[in-house]
């Protein structure tokens, strides 16, 4: 499954365990961790869930050969696809998500942080969405949330051109709360999330939502108008060209569309 969870202290943690395939992403991957988020939810033992990788590797975002082979479907099926529930179950997770970042997080490894609560990177992090470079559109409602965090023209060089960043870019962009050395970063957010056993939990779920109410309706809105977008595109001829490129190991020429 490459998904591993387990529930310590209050704390229902999920880690993307593939490291052969740098983590990529599969539809399987997705239905496992939004089953995890939709039992943290419900799970009145859980104050908090933690969201981690492998060392040197957040996630390298989908995989491409399972992407191609089991798109996410489009208009009013939408929501039956893997990814799309997993984007739901986080984003409307009423209890604190933490990501620890222990390496490079690529297309929805860095767009899934944009729903967490707390983001602490290692100073090994990458960062990058390039779905544009693919042939695709943002996803996770970064079209929205990214301009908003970054201001245009920022969100221009990460989201148009692509433009990998930093861990510390990743702060000072509104992204991560703090860099921390490698070894340290998954104990450091665990530590964050086990503060939450010494939270009321009510008090806890009813700011967050009260921090997300203004953004909420047009957060969802944003992710089903990209997701229709992203699904179409995956049949167009540029990202057509784009994944063969991927796959022959060339440079995509993107010169022969207009």
Known sequence: MSI???????????????????????????????????????????????????????TSGNDIEDFIARPPESGSNSANSPVFQFMQALASCEKPVIAAVTGAAIGIGT???????????????????????????????????????????????????????????????????????????VSHARRMAERFNALPPGAVRDTKRLMKRASAAETVSTIAVEGEIFSSRLRSPEAMEAFQAFFQKRKPDFLQFS
Do not use: W
């Open 4 to 58: 591993k969870t387990a529930t310590l202290n209050g704390v229902a943690t999920i880690e993307i365990a593939r490291p052969e395939k740098k983590n990529a992403l599969t539809v399987a991957m997705y239905q496992a961790m939004t089953d995890a988020l939709r039992a943290a939810q419900d799970d009145p033992a859980v104050r908090a869930v933690l969201i981690t990788g492998q060392p040197g590797i957040f």
């Open 111 to 185: 767009t899934l942080l944009l729903h967490c609560d707390l983001v602490y990177v290692s100073d090994e992090a990458r960062l990058a969405m390039p779905f544009v470079s693919l042939g695709l559109v943002p996803e996770f409602a970064a079209s929205l949330i990214v301009p908003r965090l970054m201001g245009h023209v920022k969100a221009a060089e990460k989201l148009l051109l692509g433009e990998p960043f930093t861990p510390q870019d990743a702060v000072d962009m509104h992204i991560a709360n703090a860099v921390l050395p490698a070894g340290e970063v």
